[in-house]
């Protein structure tokens, strides 16, 4: 059986290197100080346990160490196996870090040398004591000042002084820098304003001035809302009615959480400890903000007039579809299976194979939302959806709609005298014509822009993802509310 060496790091063993030799431990029994001593110098860590297959390589021991080899008297010739001297103990670790490296004693040198060497050591001590004068100062009295050059020492002593004043001031800064970047600061627009690269992260607004223009537009309604408290409280209830007690939080910090919340889809319990607050507290600032903007955003203008839609026209509708008055398509959000199986079957979609909840979203041809339905089940046709969007009722006599062509509502629009724009479907077999397919192409090209607005609404993450039943009450007002602050981002077509 080979043997392998027990001091950390070392790799030797007796199969890889057969001419080294491979010590036993003394028996912490019959030799128990020089055992103590071997186990202190290889340094390994407790439990340490030794057995008869213990062993200490060669390469760890000095030639000193050995006893001198003896001869077998038969071959004549020097023993292999070397012993070890009865005070031996292993020294060399060349694996060792160097702080665990047993040093070599100094040699101490000769009294002559030592004589001859005395007077240079007492002529440097001197002259690094002129150089710079060792400073004695007594708490209890003032520093002496000598008869020759007592004015200089005086000096130094000033010097000194002045220098440990700069150095406790910057101890006393370092210890305040020290205890800011340990304390916990809550999330606050104070802390995030100077920043536009992270208010976009955070909000969607490109900068702070025009998350700060929004603010100011719901500001003066805010400082008067009544904070949601369950489904007793509605929103006609604000107006006309004593605001209920004020949160310790600022507006604004409550404009941000709700932002950071739509636009991340953080946890109620994760900004509960972002904002130092209770998941109470959050749950209730967030229902509460999002039905003042939900109604502060539907009092503006958001349906423009067919002079300004034609005003903002952008080339490339001008030129082949300038009676465009909207463009339209369906989108579905998802959300948590109903606990109902009524409600399960109506919201089940086949398209997305999830339950869903849909609206129709329609922008104008410079890409700013001008419409947003209701959310209706996921079962609903586009068709059904159209009619029941209350859209129609917007529409103008010679107006022009652009839909995807799954959109067959061309009867429904000419009735109130507006054209239908969608790519042409092919007849059986039959493929398109070359006239019908650069109609597909130009079609597409600027339909595009309606699925660009929709996924900037999506790119509010509380949406992306499965809502959850706990905001069934306010689904559809999130879908506005987000689809409305789309709009303060630049123009998708320019």
Same mark, same amino acid.
């Given at each position: 059986m080979?043997?392998?060496?027990?001091?950390?790091?070392? #790799?030797?063993?007796?199969?890889?290197?057969?001419?080294?030799a491979?010590?036993?431990?003394?028996?912490?029994?019959?030799?128990?100080?020089?055992?103590?001593?071997?186990?202190?110098?290889?340094?390994?860590?407790?439990?340490?346990t030794?057995?008869?297959?213990?062993?200490?390589?060669?390469?760890?021991?000095?030639?000193?160490?050995?006893?001198?080899?003896?001869?077998?008297?038969?071959?004549?010739?020097?023993?292999?196996?070397?012993?070890?001297?009865?005070?031996a103990?292993?020294?060399i670790?060349?694996t060792?870090?160097?702080?665990?490296?047993?040093?070599?004693?100094k040699?101490?040198k000769?009294?002559?040398s030592?004589?001859?060497? =005395?007077?240079?050591?007492?002529?440097k001590?001197? /002259?690094?004591?002129?150089?710079?004068? =060792?400073?004695?100062?007594?708490?209890a009295?003032?520093? #002496?000042?000598?008869?020759?050059?007592?004015?200089?020492?005086?000096?130094?002593?000033?010097?000194h002084?002045?220098?440990v004043?700069?150095?406790?001031?910057?101890?006393?800064?370092?210890?305040?820098?020290?205890?800011?970047s340990?304390?916990?600061?809550?999330f606050?627009?104070?802390?995030?304003?100077?920043?536009?690269?992270?208010?976009?992260?955070?909000?969607?607004?490109?900068?702070?001035?025009?998350?700060?223009?929004?603010?100011?537009?719901?500001?003066?309604?805010?400082?008067e809302?009544?904070?949601?408290?369950?489904?007793?409280?509605?929103?006609?209830?604000?107006?006309? =009615?004593?605001?209920?007690?004020?949160?310790?939080?600022?507006?604004?910090?409550?404009?941000?959480?709700?932002?950071?919340?739509?636009? !991340?889809?953080?946890?109620?319990?994760?900004l509960a400890?972002?904002?130092?607050?209770?998941?109470?507290?959050? /749950?209730?600032?967030?229902?509460t903000?999002?039905?003042?903007?939900?109604?502060?955003?539907?009092? !503006?203008?958001?349906?423009?007039?067919?002079?300004?839609?034609?005003?903002?026209?952008?080339?490339?509708?001008?030129?082949?579809?300038?009676?465009?008055?909207?463009?339209?398509?369906?989108?579905?959000?998802?959300?948590?299976?109903?606990?109902?199986?009524?409600?399960?079957?109506?919201?089940?979609?086949?398209?997305?194979?999830?339950?869903?909840h849909?609206?129709?979203?329609?922008?104008?041809?410079?890409?700013?939302?001008?419409f947003?339905?209701?959310?209706?089940?996921?079962?609903?046709?586009?068709?059904?959806?159209?009619e029941?969007?209350?859209?129609?009722t917007?529409?103008?006599?010679?107006d022009?709609?652009?839909?995807?062509?799954r959109?067959?509502?061309k009867?429904?629009?000419?009735?109130?005298?507006?054209?239908?724009?969608?790519?042409?479907?092919?007849?059986?077999?039959?493929?398109?014509?070359?006239? #019908?397919?650069?109609t597909?192409?130009?079609?597409?090209?600027?339909?595009?822009h309606?699925?660009?607005?929709?996924r900037?609404?999506?790119?509010?993450?509380?949406?992306?993802?499965?809502?959850?039943?706990?905001?069934a009450?306010i689904?559809?007002? !999130?879908?506005f509310? =987000?689809?409305?602050? /789309?709009?303060?981002?630049?123009?998708?077509?320019?």
């Amino acid at each position: 059986m080979p043997h392998h060496c027990c001091v950390p790091l070392c #790799q030797n063993n007796s199969k890889r290197q057969p001419n080294l030799a491979f010590h036993k431990l003394p028996s912490p029994e019959t030799k128990r100080e020089q055992y103590e001593q071997w186990e202190k110098a290889i340094h390994r860590d407790p439990p340490f346990t030794v057995n008869k297959f213990t062993r200490v390589c060669g390469e760890h021991f000095t030639a000193d160490d050995y006893k001198k080899p003896g001869r077998n008297r038969k071959t004549k010739t020097e023993q292999k196996n070397p012993k070890l001297k009865d005070d031996a103990v292993p020294s060399i670790f060349k694996t060792f870090p160097s702080h665990l490296q047993k040093k070599p004693a100094k040699k101490r040198k000769d009294p002559d040398s030592r004589r001859h060497d =005395a007077p240079l050591a007492k002529r440097k001590r001197r /002259s690094r004591s002129a150089s710079s004068p =060792a400073l004695h100062v007594d708490d209890a009295s003032e520093p #002496q000042v000598s008869d020759d050059g007592g004015s200089s020492h005086l000096d130094g002593v000033h010097e000194h002084c002045s220098c440990v004043a700069d150095l406790l001031e910057q101890v006393a800064s370092l210890q305040e820098v020290i205890k800011l970047s340990t304390t916990h600061i809550p999330f606050s627009m104070d802390r995030f304003k100077e920043d536009d690269q992270r208010i976009r992260y955070l909000t969607g607004f490109l900068t702070f001035g025009l998350l700060e223009d929004c603010y100011l537009l719901l500001e003066p309604n805010a400082r008067e809302m009544r904070y949601w408290r369950g489904e007793e409280t509605t929103v006609g209830e604000r107006h006309g =009615a004593k605001p209920g007690p004020k949160q310790k939080m600022p507006l604004i910090d409550q404009f941000l959480l709700v932002l950071i919340r739509l636009r !991340l889809g953080l946890d109620i319990e994760f900004l509960a400890i972002c904002f130092q607050s209770s998941a109470t507290t959050v /749950s209730r600032i967030f229902t509460t903000w999002i039905n003042l903007m939900y109604v502060q955003f539907r009092e !503006l203008p958001m349906w423009p007039s067919r002079r300004k839609v034609n005003k903002y026209m952008p080339p490339c509708f001008k030129r082949w579809y300038p009676a465009t008055r909207v463009i339209v398509d369906g989108t579905e959000f998802f959300i948590e299976t109903p606990s109902s199986f009524e409600r399960q079957s109506a919201n089940w979609s086949s398209y997305k194979h999830h339950s869903t909840h849909k609206s129709l979203i329609g922008i104008s041809p410079d890409g700013n939302v001008t419409f947003v339905s209701d959310l209706f089940e996921g079962a609903i046709s586009d068709n059904a959806l159209t009619e029941a969007s209350g859209i129609l009722t917007l529409l103008e006599a010679g107006d022009s709609v652009m839909a995807d062509k799954r959109f067959e509502i061309k009867d429904m629009l000419a009735s109130i005298g507006v054209r239908l724009n969608i790519p042409p479907k092919r007849q059986g077999d039959r493929q398109l014509t070359p006239e #019908q397919v650069v109609t597909t192409k130009n079609i597409a090209a600027v339909r595009i822009h309606v699925e660009r607005a929709i996924r900037r609404i999506k790119l509010f993450r509380l949406l992306a993802g499965a809502i959850p039943n706990s905001l069934a009450g306010i689904v559809d007002k !999130l879908v506005f509310v =987000a689809a409305a602050l /789309s709009n303060f981002q630049p123009s998708l077509v320019s």
